[in-house]
């Protein structure tokens, strides 16, 4: 069993930037793939980052905007948001699963394990 608890979320204009943090409690075997997914009104859930051992994954909006970064020994998985744009509004998740290798890293359901949300809002 794992819970997982997000918090760091916001409002901010254009250009600000945000951090996230979700701490995990539970079986630290059940955290090999620790990612944020994130879902605006009226869209589907999209993946954003991942962290896979020391490997990391971002969508393409993202990239060069967003870093993914983990503390194991805190149980804890980041994402620094910089640059933000409005089209960055939406929930942000954090996400978990136990299995073995980082094939569809951004699909929902490749995850057992999931936080409850933060919002994050970013005003032109």
């Known amino acids: 069993q794992l819970n997982l608890m997000e918090s760091g979320g916001g409002s901010v204009q254009a250009g600000g930037s945000l951090r996230l943090s979700c701490a995990a409690s539970g079986t630290p075997a059940m955290t090999a793939m620790m990612a944020w997914f994130r879902q605006a009104p009226g869209k589907e859930r999209e993946g954003v980052a991942a962290?896979?051992?020391?490997?990391?994954y971002y969508t393409d909006s993202v990239k060069g905007r967003f870093t993914i970064s983990r503390d194991n020994d805190k149980k804890t998985v980041y994402l620094q948001m910089n640059s933000l744009k409005p089209e960055d509004t939406a929930t942000y998740y954090c996400?978990?699963?136990?299995?073995?290798?980082?094939?569809?890293?951004?699909?929902?359901?490749?995850?057992?394990?999931w936080g409850q949300g933060t919002q994050v809002t970013v005003s032109s």
């Open positions: 996400a978990a699963s136990g299995a073995l290798g980082a094939a569809n890293w951004n699909s929902p359901g490749r995850y057992t394990y």
């Open positions: 962290s896979y051992f020391r490997t990391t």
